[in-house]
């Protein structure tokens, strides 16, 4: 997967790689999809939401820039991959989940496993996590309208932002560097994500 799917397409930071090589994909699927954990595409983990194709877990995470110290906000804990990924590369993850199932089932994996550096939070993650703030990166595993104000206000200067923001149909996926100046941004190209729920993403219907 990791030679294959990541850096033949290339994603090259070290950090994001070895992560990549030590997380145990196929314990954050349903067993029936275990023997596809490791496939070049998404997977279903229920009430309609996926876990990320691993491309695009390393395009985001590499994209992050992390250091060892880096404190780090996830919104969209999912099957919580993505954070135990984080979780390799950066000193501590908070991940917010919406969806009370995947909450709870995320939260007992990462114990199982001794995750003890991520730290879990039901509820909508489009508010941010103002007591933790400011993060040196956010990232948003689900495609918002716009960028939440809310999230760049709770970044660090110099810290990292990505997120994948269009319609409910497509995505571009962007990175934000907040600085003293303002904001850069620049466009890593077409995404396709499940919608971002929240005050500051899609209503529900
Ligand atoms: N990062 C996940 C992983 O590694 O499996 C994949 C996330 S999945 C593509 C998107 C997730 O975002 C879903 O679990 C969904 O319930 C969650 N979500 C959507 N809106 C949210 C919100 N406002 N706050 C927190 N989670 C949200």
């Not at 314990?27 to 876990?51: C, K, R, W």
């Not at 007591?131 to 990232?139: M, V």
Request: overall charge negative.
């Amino acid at each position: 997967m990791v030679e294959n799917q990541v850096e033949a397409r290339g994603v090259h930071d070290p950090r994001v790689l070895s992560a990549m090589l030590a997380v145990p994909r196929h314990l954050f699927v349903n067993e029936a999809l275990m023997d596809q954990a490791y496939s070049d595409h998404p997977l279903p983990i229920g009430d309609q939401q996926t876990i990320s194709q691993p491309y695009i877990v390393a395009l985001m995470t590499e994209a992050l820039e992390l250091e060892k110290d880096d404190r780090v906000l996830e919104i969209g804990t999912g099957s919580g991959y993505q954070a135990a990924i984080l979780a390799q590369a950066a000193f501590r993850v908070y991940t917010i989940e919406r969806n009370r199932r995947l909450y709870s089932t995320a939260r007992n994996l990462f114990d199982k496993l001794g995750y003890y550096n991520i730290v879990t939070r039901y509820g909508d993650g489009t508010k941010g996590w103002k007591e933790e703030s400011p993060f040196n990166a956010i990232i948003v595993t689900a495609g918002a309208p716009a960028i939440p104000d809310t999230l760049v206000d709770q970044l660090d200067i110099g810290g990292r932002l990505v997120i994948p923001v269009g319609s409910l149909f497509s995505q571009e996926l962007i990175r934000i560097e907040k600085t003293e100046n303002g904001i850069n941004e620049i466009n890593l190209g077409g995404c396709r994500f499940v919608k971002l729920i929240g005050q500051h993403g899609w209503d529900h219907n």
